[in-house]
């Protein structure tokens, strides 16, 4: 089992910068890749960034990229969101997910994480 806390959440005003963390603990050998969703109020959730645990191969979706970076801890099992210039349709609940070789190379996800509230003021 892979447990995934996500930290860093907050208002800011459009154009601020947040770091999202997101720690993952327990079964985590397996982890072959992470990423971040969201979902804002009224849409369902879609995809941000992933990344490749070892290759630290990235991918963003066209909306976020240039402004969005996602990055891992070396050390722990720990990615990260920086987002910067961001904007009021960025405001959304940010999840973190974690996936396996099989899963993630199908574009699936084993395990997410709780959520942290984004709101970006205009």
């Known amino acids: 089992q892979v447990l995934l806390v996500e930290s860093g959440g907050g208002l800011v005003q459009a154009g601020g910068s947040l770091k999202l963390s997101c720690a993952a603990s327990?079964?985590?050998?397996?982890?072959?890749?992470m990423g971040w969703f969201r979902q804002a109020p009224g849409k369902e959730r879609e995809f941000v960034a992933r990344?490749?645990?070892?290759?630290?191969?990235?991918y963003y979706t066209d909306s976020v990229k240039g402004r969005f970076t996602i990055s891992r801890d070396n050390t722990k099992t720990t990615v990260y969101l920086q987002m910067n210039s961001l904007k009021p349709e960025d405001t959304a609940v940010y999840y973190c997910?974690?996936?396996?070789?099989?899963?993630?190379?199908?574009?699936?996800?084993?395990?997410w994480g709780q959520g942290t509230q984004v709101t970006v003021s205009s």
């Open positions: 997910a974690a996936g396996n070789f099989l899963q993630f190379s199908q574009g699936n996800y084993n395990y």
């Open positions: 327990g079964a985590t050998a397996n982890i072959y890749g």
């Open positions: 990344i490749t645990w070892s290759s630290r191969m990235t």
